[in-house]
C-alpha cells in the first residue's frame, strides 16, 4: 500500500512568488495534516481536514497560506506570496477515520524562497 | 516559555550502549505521548505510543511517562548503528494536533 506521497520533493522559488505543494494522503485516510518545519524551529502544526473540511487551521500563520482538500482526496497548500520566513519543510500526514493516534507522516516537500 | 522541551543533541553513543532520550513539557492537558524516529530526508515515523503514565516496551524500546512530573523519557537498549536518527518527542490532548519537540539527533557508532 502507498505511502503518504508529497510534490514536489523541492521547490526553489523567490519572494513574491507563489507555490503549490501537493499531498496524496493514504487511501480511506479521511483524516489529513499538514506541518512544517522551519530552520531551528520545532515541526509545527498547520491545520487539519477531516475528508474536505478544515476541521482546524490555528496553526496557519497568515493569510497568504491557503489550504484545500477538493472532494476529501488530495491536499494542496498554496503559499502566494511566499515570503524568505516561509523556507523549511512541509509535512503532510494522515491517519484513518477511527482515530488510531498514529499519524503517518510523508517525506515532505522542502521549499527556499530566495 | 516552549511547551515541549527536548535537548536537541546531537548524542553519540557507541553500538551496545543504552540510550536515554527525555522531553519535559509544561501544560497537564496532554494525554496522549508518542515518540517519533526521522530518518535523514525523511518524515517522522511513530516509534512508541502511550497514554497514561508508566512504561510501555517494544523490543529494545521503552517509553516511559511521568505526568505528574511532566516527564517523558525513551530508552532504547543494545542500541544500533540504525538506530541513528532524530527522535522527536510529541503530545497531543487529543488524537489530531501533535505538539513536537525540537528532536534529539542520535549518533550509533559501530
Known amino acids: 500500500e502507498a505511502g503518504v506521497t508529497q510534490f514536489p520533493s523541492h521547490s526553489v522559488i523567490e519572494k513574491g512568488q507563489t507555490v503549490t505543494l501537493r499531498c496524496d494522503p493514504i487511501?480511506?485516510?479521511?483524516?489529513l495534516y499538514w506541518y512544517r518545519r522551519v530552520m531551528g524551529k520545532e515541526i509545527k502544526f498547520l491545520l487539519h481536514?477531516?475528508?474536505?473540511?478544515?476541521q482546524d487551521e490555528s496553526g496557519m500563520p497568515n493569510n497568504r497560506f491557503l489550504a484545500e482538500r477538493t472532494g476529501g482526496t488530495y491536499s494542496t497548500l498554496k503559499v502566494q506570496p511566499a515570503e524568505l520566513e516561509d523556507s523549511g519543510v512541509y509535512f503532510c500526514?494522515?491517519?484513518?477515520?477511527w482515530g488510531s493516534g498514529e499519524l503517518f507522516f510523508g517525506e515532505g516537500s522542502r521549499l527556499t524562497v530566495l | 516559555q516552549k511547551e515541549v522541551e527536548q535537548d536537541p543533541g546531537p548524542l553519540s553513543v557507541p553500538e551496545g550502549a543504552i540510550v536515554s532520550l527525555n522531553c519535559t513539557y509544561s501544560?497537564?492537558?496532554?494525554?496522549?505521548f508518542m515518540w517519533y524516529r526521522q530518518y535523514s530526508r525523511k518524515g517522522p515515523e511513530l516509534l512508541m505510543y502511550?497514554?497514561?503514565?508508566g512504561n510501555k516496551e517494544d523490543g529494545r524500546f521503552t517509553a516511559q511517562v511521568d505526568k505528574s512530573s511532566k516527564y517523558i523519557s525513551l530508552f532504547i537498549r543494545d542500541s544500533q548503528p540504525s538506530d541513528s536518527a532524530t527522535y522527536l518527542c510529541?503530545?497531543?490532548?487529543?488524537?489530531?494536533?501533535?505538539?513536537f519537540g525540537a528532536g534529539t539527533r542520535l549518533a550509533v557508532h559501530p
Open positions: 501544560n497537564s492537558a496532554f494525554q496522549y
Open positions: 487511501s480511506g485516510h479521511d483524516n
Open positions: 500526514a494522515s491517519s484513518p477515520p
Open positions: 481536514f477531516v475528508k474536505e473540511s478544515k
Open positions: 510529541s503530545l497531543s490532548g487529543g488524537y489530531n494536533k501533535l505538539i
Open positions: 502511550t497514554y497514561s503514565s
